[in-house]
């Protein structure tokens, strides 16, 4: 049976709504000072150490990013850790919050389908992610910029905005998590718990039972145990189960984005790196080229977890 | 008169269990159409499903000509819906709310400013149009949740227990908008426990038991065909044999003598004019005559009644 009428009147009006809502909640508030507090700490560390020891380096804004300054962690794995805590602070309640204040059956009453209300309450929450995302990254060139007292290149400046984008694709992933559990569960205090659990899981536990896994699923050959060398094959198993993993996903990507001198995420053969000057950069496409799968595998996994839960909500039943 | 709403064999099934078990209804332009029943009858489900928002599982249902499922988005520009206990966003002014469905309807900006300031004062709530929801009264927000189908233009109105939980002040101040929105030849379908409460303002009624459409038709139509005698009208008299000859007027079922000269008589209609005639033409003095209207509760109940025998008596309030 086909239903008639566009899927996107009234997106607008959600979105616009959505993202009022999210700017002036204090959720928000407190989401923005953690995340800015947060990176400044990071980055005035980072740029002592910047300072200190790479003033050689052709691409030292890059390591304001990736460098780490005890005790602190580098701020790309502050952020790591902090965005999806944002967008799961954003999308926890998306739809049950509807379903609790009794709002949903009205507001879908309506002329508008339901693809309008989750499209829209999607796009507003990834809306102001970008926008902190955005203004994260220009405080870090500014403040870069005052504190190296060294403009950033042409070339670094393209890579820390491929860094913006991935950000922004890791964080829509976890947004569209904490949505498909907002529609899933109908008490918001379930559906944040139940993301944040699986947050923790696959950023803390997971990278550390894969190789148990990939041990167990392909034991190394004795031949190699005997040369105290790595099984390739219990590599790749290794590899491929941690990439499971969001946050392995966009930790490597990073890798390629930030630091021009990757040549390969994961393991490789002696022979591969012949004739390969080690160390020296690689151009900016071909850096995108390593991180492309790891990019689109973000990209996938949030439009599978939108429409899992599209379809969850599509069939759910509007009455409270 | 052609039929606004119509179903059909109207059917919803979860699982096992029929929520809605066959229904067949229509209700004409212009009509106040009272679905009546207790908690769990199904009421919510067949306004749901008219409005598209749960699928149907068997049989169909037309509003206004369209199909609900096919169609809702025309249907929804059309009808406006006001939920069992509405609820608005609380944090956000009367007005702004209605800014927000006024765009989720797609009017553009000076429409919807002149709108909502309009259906504001038709609904008295101008002057709180800019606090917050969260600190309105129940009443008001189920006025505030009128002013929005009223903002729609709507043919259709759907109200599903538009009075639950108001006090009787709220509760009459609501009916009066109910019939407001007939004199602007709405068509109204609203959804109600409270039967008595709506009674006074349906034009016909369906009850609804466990699913099933257990009768429709106007209240006195109901009265005859469940109570036999729809009407009791008391008459307080002076005279000789006034008993015997209010007995014989046609129509009247019985009378009983209820106290000195007081009688009570059942009847399919009013009597009152032949029962005035009658003690008149006898030579008698009338002092009082009055109608009880046969009550959808005593309906409700005495039809119930019949159907589980005499043990269960259903808590109908």
Redesign the interface.
């Known amino acids: 049976m086909r239903r008639e009428g566009s899927p996107f009147s009234g997106l607008g009006a959600v979105t616009t709504k959505e993202l009022a809502d999210h700017l002036s909640s204090a959720r928000m508030r407190v989401l923005e000072w953690l995340i800015v507090l947060t990176a400044v700490a990071a980055l005035i560390g980072t740029i002592q150490q910047v300072r200190d020891t790479v003033s050689e380096d052709p691409f030292v804004f890059l390591k304001l990013f990736t460098e780490a300054r005890q005790p602190l962690p580098s701020f790309v794995s502050i952020l790591a850790f902090l965005i999806p805590l944002m967008a799961i602070g954003l999308g926890f309640d998306a739809v049950n919050g509807e379903h609790n204040r009794r709002t949903l059956s009205r507001v879908l009453s309506q002329p508008i389908y339901r693809d309008a209300l989750l499209m829209g309450k999607f796009l507003a929450g990834l809306i102001t992610l970008a926008i902190s995302l955005v203004v994260l990254w220009l405080l870090v060139i500014g403040l870069g910029l005052l504190l190296l007292g060294v403009p950033p290149s042409t070339e670094e400046v393209l890579r820390s905005f491929a860094f913006l984008v991935v950000a922004l694709a890791y964080a829509g992933l976890w947004l569209a998590a904490a949505i498909l559990f907002s529609i899933v569960f109908r008490s918001p205090a379930t559906a944040a718990l139940t993301t944040l659990g699986l947050w923790l899981f696959l950023t803390v536990l997971w990278p550390a039972l894969s190789p148990g896994i990939a041990y167990a699923i392909s034991p190394p050959h004795p031949l190699y145990q005997l040369l105290n060398q790595p099984d390739p094959d219990t590599l790749v198993w290794e590899q491929g189960l941690a990439r499971l993993s969001p946050s392995t996903l966009f930790g490597e990507v990073l890798r390629a984005v930030l630091n021009p001198a990757t040549r390969a995420i994961g393991p490789i053969f002696l022979e591969q790196l012949e004739g390969a000057l080690i160390g020296s950069p690689l151009p900016l496409a071909q850096s995108l080229l390593i991180a492309w799968p790891q990019l689109v595998s973000l990209i996938a996994g949030t439009i599978v977890l939108f429409v899992v839960g599209y379809v969850v909500f599509q069939r759910q039943e509007v009455r409270a | 008169m052609n039929a606004v709403i119509e179903a059909r064999n109207l059917t919803k099934r979860y699982g096992d269990a029929s929520a809605v078990d066959g229904i067949s209804f229509s209700v004409a332009g212009g009509e106040i159409f009272g679905l009546l029943g207790p908690n769990g009858a199904g009421k919510?489900?067949t306004i749901?499903m008219m409005?598209g928002?749960?699928d149907v599982t068997d049989g169909e249902v037309r509003v206004l000509g369209l199909d609900p499922?096919?169609?809702?988005?025309?249907v929804?520009?059309h009808?406006?819906?006001l939920?069992?206990?509405?609820?608005?966003?609380?944090n956000m002014t009367a007005a702004e709310n209605l800014a927000?469905?006024a765009?989720?309807?797609?009017l553009d900006r000076a429409e919807r400013e002149a709108r909502i300031k309009e259906e504001l004062e038709r609904v008295q709530l101008a002057d709180v149009a800019n606090k917050p929801v969260g600190t309105f009264s129940r009443g008001m927000r189920q006025r505030l949740?009128l002013a929005?189908i009223l903002m729609k233009k709507a043919e259709v109105a759907i109200l599903d227990e538009p009075t639950s939980g108001l006090d009787p002040q709220a509760t009459e101040e609501l009916l009066g908008m109910i019939r407001d929105l007939k004199s602007h030849n709405v068509t109204v379908l609203l959804s109600s426990h409270l039967l008595d409460r709506v009674q006074k303002v349906c034009d016909r009624v369906a009850l609804f038991q466990a699913g099933k459409i257990a009768l429709i038709g106007t209240v006195s139509e109901l009265a005859r065909q469940v109570l036999g005698s729809g009407f009791a009208v008391e008459v307080e008299a002076e005279g000789a044999g006034l008993a015997e000859k209010l007995r014989v007027i046609p129509g009247v079922s019985s009378v009983e003598a209820t106290g000195v000269n007081r009688f009570r008589m059942l009847a399919d209609r009013d009597v009152r004019p032949e029962a005035a005639n009658v003690v008149v033409g006898a030579g008698g003095k009338l002092r009082q005559l009055s109608v009880d209207e046969p009550s959808l509760d005593a309906i409700y109940n005495r039809f119930f009644q019949k159907q589980n025998g005499a043990g269960e008596v259903r808590d109908a309030a």
């Open positions: 919510t489900t749901l409005l928002l749960t499922a096919r169609e809702p988005l025309k929804k520009g009808v406006g819906y939920p069992d206990s509405v609820s608005f966003y609380d927000y469905t765009r989720l309807m797609g949740g929005e």
